[in-house]
């Protein structure tokens, strides 16, 4: 996902984010998987996404669950090509962070 002030629209029902950089039909579990939220607010948004899909939540929520190592560990590697790219200690501290988080995650 691709959070910045161009992809965010402020409209009557709220804020949407929108990210069309690389728009396709892809499997939805990888994208419920990188959004960048606490594992409680991932479980209500895959429940909610289930509901309104009409599909299996618990098969969805298994889904995402095998996305999540993956996604912790492109997010690493981007964090660590930015870091060596620029120098910025906030992306080798994003990095150890996710890190953790991928540690955590697999510990359950």
Not at 44 to 68: C, G, K, P, S
Request: charged share 25%; glycine share 8%.
């Amino acid at each position: 996902m691709d959070v910045h002030a161009g992809n965010i629209i402020h409209n009557e029902s709220g804020l949407r984010l929108i990210d069309w950089e690389y728009a396709g039909d892809g499997d939805i579990a990888l994208e419920l998987a990188a959004v960048w939220i606490t594992p409680g607010e991932r479980r209500r948004l895959v429940e909610a996404y289930a509901r309104r899909a009409a599909i299996d939540a618990q098969l969805l929520w298994r889904q995402v669950a095998l996305w999540r190592p993956w996604v912790l560990l492109l997010m690493v590697g981007w964090y660590e090509m930015r870091w060596r790219q620029s120098g910025d200690r906030q992306f080798i501290t994003l990095a150890d962070e996710t890190w953790c988080q991928l540690d955590n995650e697999r510990k359950g």
